[in-house]
T-cell receptor, first 113, second 113 residues
Framework: NAGVTQTPKFRILKIGQSMTLQCAQDMNHNYMYWYRQDPGMGLKLIYYSVGAGITDKGEVPNGYNVSRSTTEDFPLRLELAAPSQTSVYFCASSYLGYLDGYTFGSGTRLTVV | DQQVKQNSPSLSVQEGRISILNCDYT??????FLWYKKYPAEGPTFLISISSIKDKNEDGRFTVFLNKSAKHLSLHIVPSQPGDSAVYFC????????????FGKGITLSVRP
């Protein structure tokens, strides 16, 4: 099983550019999440989804958008990239929510210059 | 405001000894707690969890203790092994929170051979 796959692994963006971080899971999980981790900080929730067609904001949603058209995919869109969005982004999924833990992807390291 | 606090950024222990990682929380609505382990360049992996109806949960070398009155939990690793060297995140969730997790900043554990 591939688990949770994130692409790309690394990316450098210029200020004002846009990009989509891809996240796919093959475990038929309903719950999916996007977190960001800044240096020396914990993971902060950006957006989450409890099923296809349902998304909601987390703690730090500004500057991001998501969609969940299928159970498998949960892309994160960055519009007008800013240096404050330099971070490592993790996608996670779960079948039972927190009760069975999350399965995380390996992350996307994004630098905005 | 940090709802999940891991106040010690790092811990170094000798191989074979006990590692004790601490975590405090402020939100009294939290009723489920998890520990994640993270190696460099990888996503976090679920380690162990505990519900607020229990005060202890054990899984092999890993034991989590919960003190609800003190809003404190700890992860004990016995015996510690060099492969346990990683960043450990404490996380918490509340029933009805759509399984969203709130993470602490993490503790870097180094186990010396």
């Amino acid at each position: 099983n591939a688990g949770v796959t994130q692409t790309p692994k690394f990316r450098i963006l210029k200020i004002g550019q846009s990009m989509t971080l891809q996240c796919a899971q093959d475990m038929n999980h309903n719950y999916m999440y996007w977190y960001r981790q800044d240096p020396g900080m914990g993971l902060k929730l950006i957006y989450y989804s409890v099923g296809a067609g349902i998304t909601d904001k987390g703690e730090v949603p500004n500057g991001y958008n998501v969609s969940r058209s299928t159970t498998e995919d949960f892309p994160l869109r960055l519009e007008l990239a800013a240096p404050s969005q330099t971070s490592v982004y993790f996608c996670a999924s779960s079948y039972l929510g927190y009760l069975d833990g999350y399965t995380f992807g390996s992350g996307t390291r994004l630098t905005v210059v | 405001d940090q709802q999940v606090k891991q106040n010690s950024p790092s811990l170094s222990v000798q191989e074979g000894r006990i590692s004790i990682l601490n975590c405090d929380y402020t939100n009294s609505m939290f009723d489920y707690f998890l520990w994640y382990k993270k190696y460099p360049a990888e996503g976090p992996t679920f380690l162990i969890s505990i519900s607020s109806i229990k005060d202890k949960n054990e899984d092999g070398r890993f034991t989590v203790f919960l003190n609800k009155s003190a809003k404190h939990l700890s992860l004990h690793i016995v015996p510690s092994q060099p492969g346990d060297s990683a960043v450990y995140f404490c996380a918490a969730s509340a029933t009805g929170a759509n399984s969203k997790l709130t993470f602490g900043k993490g503790i870097t554990l180094s186990v010396r051979p």
